[in-house]
């Protein structure tokens, strides 16, 4: 029993963190309506950004995420300008193909600086805390107190800024938004800001507890995309509930699978969701 | 990619110029046409393996650029062909094609990781092409290998029996093994288990994990809940990096021991000493009695040499013996005929391939003992027996224990 | 240097098979697949297990290697064939991510990581090594220009003009009484036995397959490969492929000249360089360079 306990521990931590970069997936998706893929590489930016930040600068952690915030923000909002927003008239499949093609071409350029070694932060190794047969790392812990603050600035920018309210007038509908005078290029490049700049979060986040590589991105991007599509398609709080809900299950899946097969997990979700409920659980555009 | 620099020196070329009018009968196979010898050379350059395969290059190197200074082999110059395996099978077998297709050289020496070794044996025993390794796996030898193989290193029977009685004579009770994959996982967790139930201990259980992973926590719960004294960490630097940071997070005390090229310098100076020490290393122990390793230290520049670097000098000093005891004929196939015939035996004793060669030029037979041991084979490909150096790691640092 | 150039041609050719089924797929029924590598992966490791492990004759493993990635193909249609079109290609990703973590992981079955080595192929070991390249060229050049010829005719066919008239407006054509699902799934299904067929190919030429060579970067290449060739023509996957192969191994060479650069830094440049052509070739010249010329229906002489 405890082991099940202790799953669904790390499970929830995980969801948490997990729910940093769906929230950036999913938001994107409300507002230029095409999986943007390139959240693998913008994970990874954020990750190697806060690397240097920490171990170049010697910045604690806290100060590191918000480097790697800023760094995958930026490099999001260039990103989409210079490349996907030309293509995004094309239609969301040809948008979809120069993602990957993208997520492709930044790995390679943070593969071109850093090398394919494993990597750690320059963080002190803590042994972890243990409570009635349950064990959580003080690093699990920072996690998600920076995961869940990260998230309530999300929340408190799209109720109460002017350009929060713009953006979820834009995925609510674009037309009527339009019309009403918001300017859709400029929420375009808020949205991949905040989105990419989340995702980087997230990269920097994983690797904090263990180690990063260039593909610590695109290992977590098909979870990405379960934890958004589980949730609802362009809805936060879906991200949100979807992340929790791929977390958990990511880790009772260890109890008959091999740890290997837990973006099979994320996979199969996908399907099923697809299949028998499409909208997700929030359903799309719910917010 | 053209061949390193210093492997053909100009000035041993024109000494040797003189002598290839003595160059008699050479058989007219591709490879063994006039004119230079060709052998390959194949490390870990970059990789998991990447801090060995350097020094294993500048070794196999020396040998060649000795031998040419002495006027090459029946008057023929050696000329190396060296490339970066990246300790990747893939990479590994496009280097080697391109060794055997486009080079065309005669033997290929020197790769280090057993997946590696395994991916481009079938390459070379079917286009005749002698291979030396260093690689460890029992599976390796019993490849078809039709004799076009050797390895220095001691096998994966003789390595684990070593550590199993070693871990004995700790006193431990219940070992826990957690592996790589590796073509070794599965032989070393059996042999484990067997020496150490003999010894009236147990292997506990055993976990083999994909290495490119950057988390092992579910294995790592695996191993503990299984109440181990001490835990095997069979894989690579990299890997076993992650594993010891997550197993002192766990909160585990007991015991730990690896393969020396797994915890080696390098991994102590990435970890603080905390999550490192009292780990015991386990190594086959180069010769560092002999002529030939204290040579080859002065030339690394080191008194502590790693048994890689010994061991390719060996492989190089092997293959140009054998040739030369072929009367020049630099195939593979007379590689496989005559290493034998130049390693064990009757014979003069040699430690350096330059000697040999002398002495074989002079109608006498050889016997070569090497840097990293006597170098004698079975049919099979592996060395008899070797000696083992077994080291602690303390405030960051190795305290050597014993060498048995 | 020639043998260099004929393994060269080699992997154009199995490139050339990879992009012609994308063709049928994609450019003829508009079902994307971007896990295409995945039954590329499906196809190389039934032939080795069959001819290695089981004995079997190449020619049978390579029929088995078709027939199990068009089984999957069937299998992943079914699943997906409703989706919408950047969905498809999120899955048909991650089931070709699936398909690597699986390899990679049953080792009683694949060898796990350490991969297959010691695949057996035609007169291999019997013959000099520039003879069997040559034999093999020969081999693979026969198999692209079946294939070739056989999708030309299914393009040309009344079965072809369905499959177009699927991928202009699927709505439309079940309408006219079309069964799509049937139709996608078939399609979907051959055009895996042709990418099944590519993958044992690829690993009796190689004699050695692992996990790590089956990612999704190599469905990348092969889109780049038909979107530059021309997305509908099967000339266009042929030429796409052969331009695809050139460029990345003249890449190996030309960073062989830039000083200083270690492998890993080489391998990511090429990378790099094929994600970025991607990039511009849909930017820039979406249609290809051969684009698909929409025949027209002849018209009925008018009698007035």
């Excluded at chain 1, 970069?21 to 998706?29: D, E, N, V």
């Excluded at chain 1, 790697?68 to 969301?92: H, I, Q, T, W, Y």
């Excluded at chain 2, 008699?24 to 010898?37: C, D, M």
């Excluded at chain 2, 796996?137 to 684990?160: C, E, F, K």
Aim: aromatic content about 8%.
């Amino acid at each position: 029993m405890t082991e099940v306990l202790q799953l669904v521990v790390n499970g929830l931590v995980a969801g948490t963190v997990l729910a940093v970069p769906a929230i950036g997936f999913t938001a994107i998706y409300a507002v230029l309506r095409f999986p943007n893929f390139t959240v693998a590489s913008h994970a990874t930016i954020g990750a190697f950004a806060g690397y240097v930040a920490n171990t170049g600068l010697g910045l604690p952690a806290w100060a590191a995420v918000l480097v790697a915030f800023l760094v995958a923000g930026l490099a999001g909002v260039v990103n989409d300008e210079l490349v996907l927003k030309p293509l995004r008239p094309s239609g969301a499949l040809t948008a979809a193909i120069a993602a990957v093609a993208l997520t492709i071409v930044l790995e390679n350029v943070v593969r071109f600086i850093f090398g394919n070694d494993l990597r750690g932060y320059d963080l002190p190794i803590r042994r972890d805390w243990q409570a009635g047969g349950l064990r959580i790392g003080p690093q699990q812990v920072q996690n998600l107190a920076i995961a869940v603050v990260a998230m309530a600035a999300v929340f408190a920018f799209l109720a109460f800024t002017r350009m929060g309210k713009a953006m979820r007038a834009v995925a609510d509908n674009p037309m009527l938004a339009g019309i009403k005078g918001i300017n859709a290029d400029a929420v375009a490049r808020a949205v991949n800001f905040v989105g990419m700049g989340l995702a980087g979060i997230g990269g920097m986040l994983l690797g904090l507890d263990t180690s990063i590589d260039p593909l610590t991105g695109f290992r977590v991007i098909l979870s990405v995309f379960a934890a958004a599509v589980v949730g609802g398609l362009g809805s936060i709080p879906g991200a949100v509930v979807g992340a929790l809900t791929i977390g958990v299950a990511e880790e009772l899946s260890l109890l008959s699978l091999a740890p290997a097969y837990r973006t099979a997990v994320g996979f199969v979700a996908i399907l099923v969701v697809l299949t028998l409920r499409p909208r997700g659980i929030l359903g799309e555009r719910a917010y | 990619m053209t061949p390193s620099p210093r492997s053909v020196s100009r000035r041993a070329l024109f000494q040797g110029a003189g002598a290839l009018a003595a160059v008699a009968a050479v058989p007219a196979a591709a490879r063994a046409q006039g004119g230079a010898l060709r052998l390959g050379a194949l490390n870990p350059l970059t990789g998991a393996g990447g801090s060995y395969g350097p020094p294993m290059r500048k070794a196999i190197e020396w040998v060649v650029s000795e031998i040419n200074a002495a006027g090459g082999i029946l008057g023929r110059q050696v000329q190396l062909f060296a490339e970066d395996d990246q300790t990747n099978p893939e990479a590994a077998v496009r280097a080697a094609r391109k060794l055997i297709d486009v080079d065309k050289v005669a033997a290929i020496m020197g790769t280090w990781a057993s997946a590696v070794t395994t991916a481009v044996a079938p390459l070379c025993w079917e286009s005749k092409t002698f291979l030396t390794t260093v690689s460890g796996s029992d599976t390796i030898t019993q490849l078809p290998h039709l004799g076009y193989l050797v390895r220095t290193q001691p096998n994966t029977h003789l390595q684990i029996g070593k550590l199993g009685e070693f871990l004995l004579s700790l006193k431990m009770k219940r070992v826990f093994t957690l592996a790589a994959q590796t073509p070794f996982a599965v032989p070393s967790q059996k042999r484990l288990a067997e020496v150490l139930t003999k010894g009236g201990s147990e292997q506990v259980g055993a976990v083999i994990y994909d290495k490119d992973k950057t988390t092992f926590r579910s294995e790592i719960d695996q191993a503990l809940k299984a109440r181990p004294d001490m835990i095997y960490m069979n894989g690579y630097t990299p890997d076993v990096t992650v594993v010891m940071k997550e197993l002192y997070k766990a909160g585990y005390t007991g015991g730990k021991v690896a393969q020396a090229y797994a915890v080696n310098g390098k991994l102590l100076n990435s970890l603080p000493a905390e999550v490192t020490d009292g780990t015991y290393t386990v190594a086959p122990s180069p010769s560092i009695d002999s002529v030939a390793y204290k040579r080859l230290a002065k030339v690394l520049g080191s008194d502590d040499l790693d048994p890689y670097s010994c061991q390719c000098h060996d492989h190089a000093s092997l293959v140009l013996l054998a040739i030369a005891h072929a009367k020049g004929d630099a195939t593979g196939t007379a590689i496989k005929d005559h290493v034998r015939k130049i390693s064990q035996g009757g014979g003069v004793k040699v430690e350096s391939a330059a000697e040999g060669v002398k002495l074989l030029a002079q109608g006498k037979e050889v016997n070569f003992d090497g840097a990293s041991g006597p170098c004698e084979f079975t049919e099979t490909g592996d060395i008899l027996d070797t000696r083992f150096r077994y080291e602690q790691a303390e405030k960051g640092k190795f305290k050597l224990l014993r060498i048995a | 240097m020639d043998t260099y150039l004929v393994a060269m041609a080699v992997f154009a050719g199995i490139y050339a098979l990879l992009a012609l089924g994308l063709n049928l797929v994609w450019g003829l029924t508009g079902m994307i697949n971007l896990g295409l590598v995945g039954f590329f992966a499906l196809g190389a490791y039934v032939s080795a297990l069959s001819t290695k492990a089981l004995g079997a004759p190449i020619p049978a493993g390579l029929a088995a290697a078709m027939l199990a990635a068009a089984a999957a193909g069937a299998l992943v249609a079914v699943t997906t064939a409703r989706l919408r079109g950047d969905y498809l290609a999120i899955i048909t990703l991650g089931f070709s991510e699936v398909v690597r973590i699986v390899a990679s992981n049953e080792i009683w079955l694949t060898n796990g990581t350490d991969g297959i080595s010691g695949i057996p192929g035609p007169l291999r070991g019997r013959v000099p090594p520039e003879a069997f390249n040559l034999v093999y060229l020969g081999i693979v050049a026969a198999v692209v220009a079946a294939v070739y010829l056989v999708l030309e005719r299914v393009r040309r066919s009344p079965y072809g003009r369905v499959l177009r008239a699927i991928r202009d407006d699927d709505q439309v054509a079940a309408v006219a009484g079309k069964p799509v699902l049937a139709f996608k799934v078939e399609a979907f299904a051959v055009s895996a036995a042709v990418l099944g067929l590519a993958g044992g190919l690829y690993g009796h030429y190689t004699s050695y397959i692992a996990p790590e060579v089956f990612v999704p970067l190599i469905s990348i290449y092969i889109v780049l490969a038909l979107t530059a060739g021309g997305t509908g023509t099967n000339r266009g996957a042929v030429v796409g492929a052969v331009l695809v192969v050139f460029f990345l191994e003249s890449a190996r060479f030309a960073t062989g000249w830039l000083p200083g650069l270690q492998p890993v830094q080489v391998a990511a440049v090429r990378e790099l360089v094929i994600g970025a052509s991607l990039i511009l070739v849909l930017r820039f010249r979406p249609a290809g360079l051969i684009p698909e010329r929409i025949e027209r229906i002849p018209r009925p002489s008018s009698a007035a």
